[in-house]
């Protein structure tokens, strides 16, 4: 599987962005999705996740209400709606696959990563 991540960007604080994520591969509908982010100087922290179906989603505590994720399997592509963003969201955003199936937060879960996407929220 390879991932093309894209849609980062600058916007303002309270603005919005949408990143998507491509796959490649006809075993995408297999993986559950994740994203991670990684501000300068600190390490990489799982953002959410979405299962394989689609049906069970999950975030970290200071993106819940503001950051939605959703997939389509018929495209291999998962999104990461972000709302109401904040200076602090400011990162580099990575899509990646988990062939659990399930939902993880651990990064050594996940099998394939995205290049990255750049998401600069200005105050």
């Known amino acids: 599987v390879q991932l093309q991540a894209s849609g980062g960007g600058l916007v303002q604080a309270g603005g919005s962005l949408r990143l998507s994520c491509a796959a490649s591969g006809r075993t995408f509908s297999r993986y559950a999705m994740g994203w991670f982010r990684q501000a300068p100087g600190k390490e990489r922290e799982f953002v959410g996740g979405i299962s394989w179906s689609g049906d069970s989603t999950h975030y970290l505590d200071s993106v819940k209400g503001r950051f939605t994720i959703s997939r389509d399997n018929a495209k291999n592509t998962v999104y990461l709606r972000m709302n109401s963003l904040k200076p602090e969201d400011t990162a580099v955003y990575y899509c990646?696959?988990?062939?659990?199936?399930?939902?993880?937060?651990?990064?050594?879960?996940?099998?394939?990563w995205g290049q990255g996407t750049l998401v600069t929220v200005s105050s």
């Open positions: 990646a696959a988990s062939r659990f199936g399930y939902i993880t937060s651990a990064a050594g879960n996940y099998d394939y």
